[in-house]
């Protein structure tokens, strides 16, 4: 059989190739899929969909109910340095930051990175802890997933042979009172995957916690949420020792397995090292704010 590539020239056009072609695979920057591709993970799907002509999926906008809607198109460049994400969820921001090289992030795309569904994907703990949401639209309308119901597995979703994932939306935010950030563990700063990653997002009140979510990353089939180190944290003052204590209870939610950047011991180990890097990177950010606020 030969090889078909379409190129959608808007969102219609896209749809309407996807309905025609379910078995297609779906194309932009290329980071992902290529990459998989050559190094011998997956095949090179035999028809593929182009989107990356899709104008109207490289924005990001605050639309009128609070809510911030990310394009799919939206490369991880732009996600590093929007001020609007920044004030939203700098976690993302972070995470964003540290893919690949300056290249990869000026043609990867946050909607391939949510749609490959990598257990290290550096967008993912992002996502869960700032609570976001995956648009997916075909021909017959739209429909919006949780992001914690989205990805299922490693490179699994439940996005429909006909669906193409149009954008990710983060809900309405009081940025005077929370604060995000993401860490990982790496061998080297560029060109690397995450070995160990944690996301955190604090509701802050009074200098005390009124609320926090921590996930973690490359440690499960998928990016999830640490329950028990969140419990540690709410309705507390974010002490050193309580700080240790939400990082040590984080692992319980770890389930990694042996592969070639880390044994599953170590990667066990290094969680409650990174969660506590995060949390004070958090906390400090908070600080910071709080200073910059008090009249001079």
Known sequence: MSRQYFEATDVPHALSLLKEHPEAGIVAGGTDIVVGHRSGKRPLPETLVAIHRLHELQRIEALPDGTLKIGALVTHHQLQTAPELRQRLIALSDASALVGSPATRNAG????????????????????????????????????????????????????PDELLTGVILPPANAARQISAYNRLEYRQAMEIAVVGAAVWLALEN????????????????CVRAPEAEKVLKGQSLDGDRIDQAAKAAAAAARPIDDVRGSADYRRAMVPVIVRQALERAVERAATRTKEALPA
């Open 109 to 160: 795309t946050i909607g391939g990175n949510v749609a490959n569904a990598s257990p290290a994907m550096e967008v993912g703990s992002p996502l869960l802890v700032g609570d976001a949401s995956v648009e997916l639209t075909s021909s017959e309308g739209t429909r919006t997933v949780a992001f914690k119901e989205f990805v299922i597995g490693p490179a699994k979703t439940t996005r429909r």
């Open 207 to 222: 200098g005390h916690c009124v609320d926090a979510r921590i996930a973690i990353t490359a440690v499960a089939p998928t």
